[in-house]
């Protein structure tokens, strides 16, 4: 079996010393430490290093990574070297380490920034963010007035792949989702409104929240989890894979044919999805007025068509489809700005869903304003 | 590791035996039956599509084969427990045709994750053989940098330094010049010769570049598209000399009929 990794030093004649290595200098022993060399090399009278494989010598990468240390020692004293007695293959080895010399500057320091300079840096990268959305907003508004005047290229099979992507495919999840959120809706009104004997107004209630902003609200985040994510991950997929590169090359925009079809098809979808959204959310809270409030099925219905409005049906359409439209926007965007790594496309993933939820609530905050201002 | 003797003992390091490869009942390759030895540079050749790349993913253990047997030094791969298929797993290092390095990390992490996995060496230790490791690849001082940052060439020395991370004694390379400028690919194969000699280590080459074949090769299979298995095997320079099967010969010297012997 080899044995301990083990050093033999020794002086020969004149001003020499004589390093021999044997044993079992592999990964996993421990190494003995090389401060025992450059204590023999303190007195100044050492000019010279024999290095010598010694008896038993099993060895791997970490030898080099000793012999390293020792010739790092040995140059910062101006004493020689001399690695012939080694193994053939060791001596090849440490040649070739040494063949090509570090690049100067390619090292990098690790400066440690001050916070103030921190602050600085992120005000100017979201200016720089903030440039670039701009841009991108543009050359979209640019590609849709191409396509307003027919003068823009539209991939149709991509447009309907897309269409049924976010449209029929996210219908079970909507279902789903806005059945709850009508559901919780009624609970949470119907408990106040018992204490008034009030209950028919739960339809009221569940009606126009739903109708108006909620419906919109939830069927916006749901696309932003789902088909926003999507699309960032797509393109940036396509960008680390240099297909958008391609695309530019062949005289194709990639607002045109990547961003244009995406755009629409949700812009189209999503009132959709909201209108549906709203039916559901309006059954979650029939079964509860049902269920629990003892409430008949014409006397919910007959309640809710009286108190919501064909103008809160618009509003909320109008939310959805902007929604539509911010979440493709962040979804395309985040994607398009992907850098070309595993990585970048995680992060661009991630970026496009939050940016699509924060913008779904900004909007829906600004509509919301608008509408009050308006009076409806 | 310790070059004792390379290329002289004929000790097999890796057998295949009656291999068939196939996807679901799609077979790409059948009845290959080739030995690598200790020390040898082994590679296999054939034109695009006929399913280099697929045997080295078996040969590594990344895919199962559908018919045959992938020995490591008598131990079928297949057929070991799972404590013997890691063990033979920690011997190989392969680079990958892009270098597959870990674009969310550095060079020096990349390197330094095989060695923190399978050693106990403290971090100092880790960090002295990373910067080593990297030095032998010619990337002396690029530890901070991300493969992103680099050019596709020191990618793949990169990749190369990850795949000796461990020091290896079967080393797999797939495609390792292609994209490569004709000179850095002629580095990166006397890299690999120094490597064979200084190490002591076996090397399987999945390649068609010429140049490459002839200039490291001492073994080789060829695997046909059209007859679905290996027509011929053994030193490329004695089978651009002897082989009378005309694809070979076309595929050794390019398609250009030299002068009928």
Known sequence: ???????????????????????????????????????????????????????????????????????????????????????????????????????????????????????????????????????????????????????????????????????????????????????????????????????????????????????????????????????????GTMQVNEEIDALQTMGIPPMEFLVLPRMLALALMMPLLCLYADLMGILGGLLVGIGMLNLNTLEYFNMTRESVTLTNVWIGLVHSAVFGVLVALAGCLRGIQCGRSASAVGNATTSAVVTGIVSIIVATAIITIICDALGI | MGAQGIGNNREPVIAVADLTMAYGSFVLQRDLTFTVNRGDIFIIMGGSGCGKSTLLRHMVGLKEPARGRVLYEGVDFWEADPAQRDAIMRRIGILYQSGALFSSMTLGQNVALPLREYTDQSEEEIQELVSLKLALVGLAGFEDYYPSEISGGMKKRAGLARAMALDPDVLFFDEPSAGLDPISAKLLDDLILELRESLGATIVVVTHELASIFAIGNNSVFLDADAKTMIASGDPKVLLAECKDPTVHRFLTRGVEKAAP
């Open chain 1, 1 to 235: 079996m080899p044995t301990e990794p083990r050093l033999e030093i020794s002086r020969t004649d004149g001003d020499s010393l004589l390093v021999l290595l044997s044993g079992n200098w592999r990964m996993g022993s421990r190494l003995p430490s090389s401060e025992e060399i450059r204590r023999h090399l303190q007195d100044g009278s050492v000019r010279r290093i024999i290095l010598k494989e010694g008896a038993e010598l099993e060895w791997d990468s970490v030898l080099l990574t000793f012999l390293n240390r020792v010739a790092a020692t040995c140059s910062e004293q101006g004493v020689a070297i001399s690695t012939e007695n080694l193994p053939d293959g060791a001596r090849r080895l440490l040649a070739l380490a040494s063949a090509v010399p570090e690049r100067k500057g390619a090292r990098r320091s690790a400066a440690k920034e001050g916070f103030l300079y921190l602050i600085g840096d992120n005000v100017l990268q979201f200016r720089q963010a903030a440039g670039e959305m701009l841009d991108f907003i543009g050359e979209v508004s640019i590609a849709v007035g191409r396509l307003i005047r027919g003068q823009a290229r539209f991939p149709r099979t991509e447009f309907m792949t897309v269409l049924q992507q976010c449209g029929a495919d996210t219908l079970p999840v909507v279902s789903l989702i806005s059945l709850l959120v009508g559901l919780i809706l009624a609970f949470v009104g119907a408990v106040q409104l018992r204490v008034f004997g009030a209950q028919i107004y739960v339809a009221s209630l569940v009606g126009i929240a739903i109708v108006r902003v909620m419906g919109a609200i939830m069927t916006g985040i749901i696309v932003a989890g789902r088909t926003g994510a999507a699309f960032a991950a797509e393109l």
